[in-house]
């Protein structure tokens, strides 16, 4: 069972559009320009039956957090190359979104990674590391974990986030997340479970993995 459910899903990203909707044209990233505002413009909801009628192109639901922020706004996950003008998703492999963010070099260190996480979409956050949505089996709360890449030092994938949910919440400044290094979440005890189903599923219990070429 998931404690405090105001604290995932559905009700954490209502949580999160609250936040952001106080402030739309604020910056997703305080520290970074480069991911730009939460809203560029006007809100651009997606109608009900269109989300109803929405999976992923490998068959896989939505996740509930998704259904509701595309219902509030499909402005900003258009503007990082989630989906074309029709919302049809248009997901890359993990080492296609590294050789894209990172170049040739260290992209090609995620390579090995593809062919399990092959439907991938990245996310606003980060200077020298990426934040990537990647989808495969849904935790608790039916939703797909969100990884960091990092080539600072040992290039590596770590789990950050297990949701999107999660991820709209910290970037929004509705929770905090307490402890060091990307998978502090994992010691957290509101979301300690959902992490550890997805480090079971990710990554055979651990954490993170070091990307070699």
Known sequence: MLPLPDAHGVPLTERAMAAVEADPHRPVLDYNQ?????????AEPVPADVIAGTVF?????????????????????????WYDADLRFTPRTLGEIARDEFGDGWGECFEGLSGRFGECFLLPGGSDSRRVLVTGEPDEAGEYPVLALDVDDLPCAELMYPGFDVYLADTAGVI???????????ED?????RMRTHARHAFAGELHEICLP
Request: proline share 12%.
């Open 34 to 42: 480069w991911a730009g505002p939460w809203r560029a413009g006007p």
């Open 176 to 186: 905090s997340v307490a402890g060091d290094g990307y998978s502090a979440l994992a």
């Open 189 to 193: 005890v509101t979301y300690a479970a």
């Open 57 to 81: 192109p490998s068959g896989r639901p939505l996740p509930p957090s998704l259904r509701r922020w595309l219902a509030y706004d499909a402005g900003l996950l258009r503007r990082f190359g």
